[in-house]
């Protein structure tokens, strides 16, 4: 079936690590994505790994993918009070353009 | 460079209505993807068109049609409209090749 899965919720604490989590399902999909989206508005891009890496850095963003068991994470380094959002993840199926997107994981970062 | 906008923001109509939403994509962006995101949940693939031509469509009823024009932009147009057609509508655009798609800012719909 066509189910990205995330946790939904993860709560810390201003300056520290946050790791949001997702398991998809193609083995072959040939891209992955993590969105962000603020309440009220659209998606915005904010990294994606290709299928035959397993780590890409950009800045704060740390994205790790497993394709052996089809896992895919994001970490976020010094999480600030701006970064509280709803974080999606989302594959593209070989021979597709369309994306699958996860149900989304509720970030919130106390103060 | 402008990005991808939407048309109109809010809306409310009847069930049994008709209704059509527009997308702008962005500057040099051929394709154009529509999604539909239920409170609470994420996006769901409707349809992508490229080159004015559908390219692929997702679990979504043909009362769900689009149209994408000359200069790329393109309209979501929704028959009879049902209770459960009340969501996010959102438009992502992206250029020729790549897989990066730049979503709209969305319209939200309600049907009462």
């Known amino acids: 079936g066509e189910d990205v899965e995330q946790s939904l919720f993860l709560s810390v604490r201003e300056g520290d690590s946050s790791v949001i989590n997702c398991t998809y399902t193609?083995?072959?999909?040939?891209?992955l994505y993590w969105y962000k989206q603020e309440p009220g508005a659209g998606l915005q891009l904010l990294t994606y790994?290709?299928?035959?890496?397993d780590m890409k850095q950009d800045q704060r963003l740390t994205v790790l993918l497993n394709k052996k068991d089809k896992h895919l994470s994001l970490r976020i380094a010094d999480t600030q009070t701006g970064d509280s959002a709803i974080y999606f993840c989302?594959?593209?199926?070989?021979?597709?353009?369309?994306?699958?997107f996860g149900t989304g994981t509720r970030l919130k970062v106390l103060a | 460079e402008t990005g991808v906008t939407q048309s109109p923001t809010h809306l409310i109509k009847t069930r049994g209505q008709q209704v059509t939403l527009r997308c702008s994509s962005q500057s040099g962006h051929n394709t154009v993807s529509w999604y539909q995101q239920a409170l609470g949940q994420g996006p769901q693939f409707i349809f992508q068109?490229?080159?004015?031509?559908?390219?692929g469509r997702g679990n979504f009823p043909p009362r769900f049609s689009g149209l994408q024009f000359p200069n790329y932009s393109s309209e979501l147009n929704v028959n009879a409209l049902e209770l459960d057609d009340s969501a996010l509508y959102l438009c992502?655009?992206?250029?020729?090749?790549?897989?990066?798609?730049?979503f709209g800012p969305g319209t939200r719909l309600t049907v009462t």
């Open positions: 193609d083995s072959s999909s040939t891209y």
């Open positions: 068109y490229y080159r004015e031509e559908e390219n």
């Open positions: 992502a655009s992206q250029g020729q090749g790549s897989y990066e798609q730049y």
């Open positions: 790994i290709f299928s035959n890496m």
């Open positions: 989302a594959e593209t199926p070989p021979g597709t353009y369309k994306y699958i």
